[in-house]
């Protein structure tokens, strides 16, 4: 069988296309050369999801989604291969260091909204794994791509994470995609998606509650 090209873009490439992983038999460090075609690649990528949220203000943070991928990239090959990484994790899936604005949120989520499945096949295999911790961090930061997966957001201050209107619009739409009941029954989120479904509410979501700030 021929060795892939390039285990990491492949990786990537067939996530995104099929949302599916291949698993290869050793780790290997990802070149610069691949994080070059890697930056190609997800400014299209970014491109066509922009032109569906309507908005021109907002470019690819191709660092940022970069980042990402070796995230997802490494997480992924993790699953199989554990010998000799146990003092090398945070190397593997290192701290986001940039700012974290819209763009480098929607730009990370290219990749990391496939971080979730990748975490629970982690806690099937080894629910004390160490390397899962450090992935919910990444997914609490960077939430929006954690939509339907169990975090820790009682920190966020919701007036303003959301008030970009481009990322509320995005936000909402994905709680409802996920049926995230946690999330909608957080109370401003509550009164945005009651506001959006306005008298529909029930073609939209029937089961959920309306939340006041006493519930």
């Given at each position: 069988m021929t060795e892939p090209k390039s285990p990491f873009l492949d990786t990537i490439f067939l996530l995104r296309k099929k949302e599916c992983?291949?698993?290869?038999?050793?780790?290997?460090?990802v070149s610069t050369q691949e994080e070059q075609e890697a930056e190609i690649y997800f400014e299209a990528e970014f491109e066509k999801e922009r032109l569906e949220f309507l908005s021109d203000q907002l470019i690819c943070d191709k660092a940022t989604a970069v980042w990402a991928a070796k995230v997802v990239y490494h997480s992924a090959q993790?699953?199989?291969?554990?010998?000799?990484?146990a003092n090398n994790l945070e190397n593997l899936i290192p701290r986001f260091k940039g700012r974290r604005?819209?763009?480098?949120?929607?730009?990370?989520?290219l990749s990391l909204r496939f971080l979730p499945e990748i975490i629970l096949a982690l806690n099937s295999v080894d629910p004390e794994d160490p390397l899962i911790p450090l992935l919910e961090d990444i997914l609490t930061e960077f939430h929006y791509s954690g939509i339907g997966y169990e975090l820790d957001l009682k920190r966020v201050n919701w007036e303003e994470e959301l008030k970009d209107n481009t990322y509320r619009k995005l936000y909402l739409e994905r709680i409802v995609e996920k049926k995230d009941y946690k999330l909608a029954e957080v109370p401003l989120i509550n009164r945005l998606l009651i506001a959006e479904f306005g008298m529909h509410k029930d073609a939209f979501w029937r089961e959920l509650k309306i939340i006041t700030e006493e519930n």
């Open positions: 992983i291949t698993l290869f038999s050793n780790l290997k460090e993790l699953y199989l291969i554990r010998e000799n990484t604005e819209v763009s480098t949120i929607l730009s990370a989520d």
